[in-house]
């Protein structure tokens, strides 16, 4: 039976049916209280997640990775947010459920595989272009919406460029082993694009066939199989389908067919319809000079993550990302990023220190007298989070730890105090919950109004 819920999330989202679980999470069925959009909710325990190696990097990678994918055929993450013990992805409800389940009914016809795996190659060939492996594309993780349009889902396991190894491959063993591109298995680093497009091959398979193609009880005889490419087509496979899928599953990932020429064959090609990427407006980084100094047209954006993860109270997650932890402070305010640069520079002259401006909304300021440990130096880095809202961090660079302090309670803070909208810790916010979303709202929970509701969770 169904778990039922009907708590109201953050004031905003009516909590409704349990549609699924893991081993960290839940994702619970949810309707926006005001526009009655329906969303789906996932919910992660903290405490769950920080008790398990590599989990929260996992979390981290996958929050990145969805929010720069934005392709019509991939679930929209819409919103992140937090509370000291739990994280909120609010994710694009899919109503019509997995492709799985219509492949365990039996075999697709030949033009709605074709129409899955087309919107299937046009999602992945879009991530790939924005560095993005997924490594873990199978039935289960493709949804199918109220219209039949294919949604890419569960980028949990997906990989980013910094991922890469000296090698410039990944090295990371994952996947579901009936799906996974046979380099994967092997352990000797693998092209996470190239491993994608093996799996999308296995996945066409299945549509046709209704079963897979590398089938044993035994785990290691399946491997087998993989390493050889030792398939056998049904009868019903069309001469062109047969075709794409043994140019897409073979074992050498040099020779294995590329996306651009999969798009290109007959089989593909009949009644394709690829949809239309949302991308961001291109920015020109420079645009001009300024007393010798390079400007940005705008500052670093803090995503979600970012956000929770360094401003929000008993959700600071720096040191499981940082290897020395800094000496830092850090406030929003609702000036622009250029007024912010400007109100440092001159609080840092009125301190009697050296100042300098970088090209990206960096302020360097160094004290011109020696100290217990050399002059002190600071740099505050202005961040945008969203249009009206932008994060100030201020960080230790040189000099005396206590020293340092002196100086930011004395005379940091008070000269500071007409931008600053909240400091991150202090007193009276302490209890605040915070997320930002995609509209570029950002949002300040108290724990005595969300709290109660969230610790049911």
């Known amino acids: 039976m169904e778990e039922e819920r009907r708590d109201v999330l953050f004031g905003k989202y009516e909590m409704g049916r349990l549609l699924g679980k893991g081993t960290f999470a839940k994702v619970y069925y949810a309707k926006h209280i005001i526009t009655g959009d329906s969303v789906?909710?996932?919910?992660?325990?903290?405490?769950?997640?920080?008790?398990?190696?590599?989990?929260?990097?996992?979390i981290k990678r996958e929050i990145s990775v969805m929010r720069l994918v934005r392709h019509p055929n991939i679930v929209e993450l819409k919103e992140v947010m937090a509370t000291k013990t739990k994280i909120f992805f609010v994710m694009e409800y899919v109503r019509g459920g997995e492709l799985f389940a219509k492949v365990v009914k039996g075999k697709l016809k030949e033009d709605a595989a074709r129409r899955y795996f087309q919107q299937l190659i046009s999602a992945v060939d879009y991530c790939h272009s924005r560095g993005v492996s997924h490594r873990d594309l199978k039935p289960e993780n493709l949804l199918v919406d109220e219209n039949g349009d294919l949604k890419v889902s569960d980028f949990g396991l997906s990989a980013l460029p910094e991922q890469l190894l000296q090698d410039g491959l990944l090295h990371t063993q994952c996947g579901t082993p009936a799906y996974v591109a046979p380099e994967v298995l092997r352990k000797k680093g693998y092209d996470g694009a190239k491993a994608d497009i093996w799996s999308c091959g296995v996945v066409l398979y299945v549509l046709l066939a209704g079963y897979l193609p590398f089938r044993d009880e035994n785990l290691m005889n399946m491997y087998r199989k993989i390493f050889k490419a030792e398939f056998d087509f049904p009868p019903w496979f069309?001469?062109?389908?047969?075709?794409?899928?043994?140019?897409?599953?073979?074992?050498?990932?040099?020779?294995?067919?590329?996306?651009?020429?999969?798009?290109?064959?007959?089989?593909?090609?009949?009644?394709s319809k690829a949809p239309i990427a949302v991308t961001n407006s291109p920015r020109n980084d420079l645009e001009g000079e300024e007393e010798g100094v390079a400007t940005v047209?705008?500052?670093?954006?803090?995503?979600?993550?970012?956000?929770?993860?360094?401003?929000?109270?008993?959700?600071d997650l720096s040191s499981l990302f940082e290897s020395k932890r800094k000496v830092r402070s850090m406030f929003t305010s609702r000036w622009s990023a250029a007024e912010i640069v400007a109100k440092m520079e001159r609080v840092g002259r009125e301190m009697g220190m050296k100042v300098k401006r970088t090209k990206d909304f960096k302020v360097k300021m160094e004290g011109k007298t020696e100290g217990r440990k050399g002059k002190i130096a600071?740099?505050?880095?202005?961040?945008?989070?969203?249009?009206?809202?932008?994060?100030?961090?201020?960080?230790?660079?040189?000099?005396?730890?206590?020293e340092y302090n002196k100086l930011y309670e004395e005379e940091v803070r008070p000269a500071l105090k007409d931008?600053?909208?909240?400091?991150?810790?202090?007193?009276?916010?302490?209890n605040n919950n915070i997320s930002t979303n995609d509209s570029g709202n950002v949002n300040y929970t108290s724990d005595e109004n969300s709290g109660s509701d969230c610790e049911r969770m």
């Not at 990932?253 to 090609?269: E, G, H, K, Q, Y």
């Open 40 to 58: 789906a909710i996932k919910i992660i325990n903290k405490d769950h997640v920080t008790k398990r190696n590599g989990m929260m990097d996992q």
């Open 238 to 271: 069309s001469t062109e389908a047969r075709r794409l899928i043994s140019k897409l599953l073979v074992v050498d990932p040099d020779r294995r067919i590329s996306i651009p020429a999969v798009m290109r064959t007959p089989w593909f090609r009949k009644t």
């Open 297 to 315: 047209s705008s500052p670093k954006f803090f995503n979600a993550f970012e956000f929770i993860s360094s401003m929000s109270s008993g959700f």
């Open 378 to 402: 600071v740099t505050a880095e202005v961040f945008e989070v969203a249009p009206e809202v932008a994060v100030v961090e201020l960080c230790k660079s040189a000099g005396d730890t206590l």
């Open 419 to 430: 931008i600053v909208w909240s400091w991150h810790g202090d007193s009276n916010n302490n």
